[in-house]
C-alpha cells in the first residue's frame, strides 16, 4: 500500500498559505497546519508553558492565566536572540507532531492520496527533506502587508526571499487575484499529483 504523497505549502507573510491550505482541504487532500500545532502547544503542552514562564515569567499569561500569543509576539519578534530560542523550543514539537499525524494517516485501511502540511518556516528550518513536492505562495508586498497580521518588517529579514523560495519549490503560485484563481490552481496540483502526467 502506497504511503500517501506528502506536500508542504510554504510562503511569506500574508502570502495566502492558510487560504491555499484550505482550497487543498477542498480538493480531497488531508491537511494540517503548523500555525494551528503552535496554537495547541501554547495552550495544552505543560513543559512549553513551563519553558516559556521559566524564561518570561507571567507577563506571558492573559487575564485567565492561559498563555498570550500575543504578549509572546510582543516579546519576541522584535527580539532576534529571542525569537531563536522560541523557534528551538516549538519547532522540534510542531515537526514531531505533523509526522506522527502523516505516519497514522499513512496507515489507514484507506489512506487520503495526499497530505498537505502548511509550514511557514520551510526552507529556513531545512525542512523541505520531509516532503515529496512544495507548494509555495507568494504575493505582491504591499498586498501581504495589508493581510498580515504581524508587521512583515518585524518577520521579514530573517526569512528567505519568496524569489528563492520560488526557485526550490515544485509548484509556485503568486495570489494576488481572487480565491476561486487560487481554488483553480489547487485543483491542477491535486491533478498532477494524483493523475500525473
Known amino acids: 500500500m502506497s504511503r500517501p504523497i506528502a506536500v508542504a505549502i510554504t510562503g511569506g507573510i500574508g502570502a495566502g498559505k492558510s487560504e491555499a ?3 487543498f482541504a477542498r480538493h480531497g487532500a488531508a491537511v494540517v497546519s503548523s500555525d494551528q500545532i503552535v496554537h495547541r502547544l501554547l495552550r495544552e503542552d505543560a513543559d512549553v508553558r513551563k519553558a516559556l514562564l521559566d524564561r518570561f515569567g507571567d507577563r506571558v499569561l492573559d487575564e485567565a492565566g492561559q498563555v498570550d500569543r500575543g504578549a509572546i509576539a510582543e516579546l519576541v519578534f522584535p ?3 529571542e525569537l531563536d530560542w522560541l523557534e528551538r523550543l516549538l519547532h522540534p514539537r510542531v515537526t514531531r507532531e505533523y509526522l506522527e499525524w502523516r505516519e497514522q494517516l499513512g ?4 489512506p487520503p492520496e495526499v497530505t ?3 509550514v511557514p518556516l520551510l526552507y529556513e528550518a531545512g525542512g523541505e527533506e520531509r516532503f515529496d ?3 509555495v505562495v507568494t504575493a ?6 495589508a493581510r498580515a ?4 518588517d518585524l518577520r521579514q529579514a530573517r526569512l528567505i526571499p519568496d524569489e528563492k523560495k520560488a526557485n526550490r519549490a515544485d509548484y509556485v503560485y503568486v495570489n494576488d487575484g481572487t ?3 487560487l481554488d483553480d490552481f489547487v485543483a491542477g496540483v491535486m491533478r498532477d499529483l494524483t493523475t500525473g502526467p
Not at 107 to 110: G, I, K
Open 133 to 135: 513536492r512544495v507548494v
Open 149 to 152: 497580521q504581524v508587521p512583515v
Open 21 to 23: 491550505l484550505a482550497a
Open 179 to 181: 480565491v476561486d484563481e
Open 116 to 118: 498537505v502540511t502548511e
Open 140 to 145: 505582491p508586498e504591499e498586498v501581504r502587508a
Open 79 to 81: 527580539d532576534r536572540k
Open 107 to 110: 496507515r489507514l485501511a484507506n
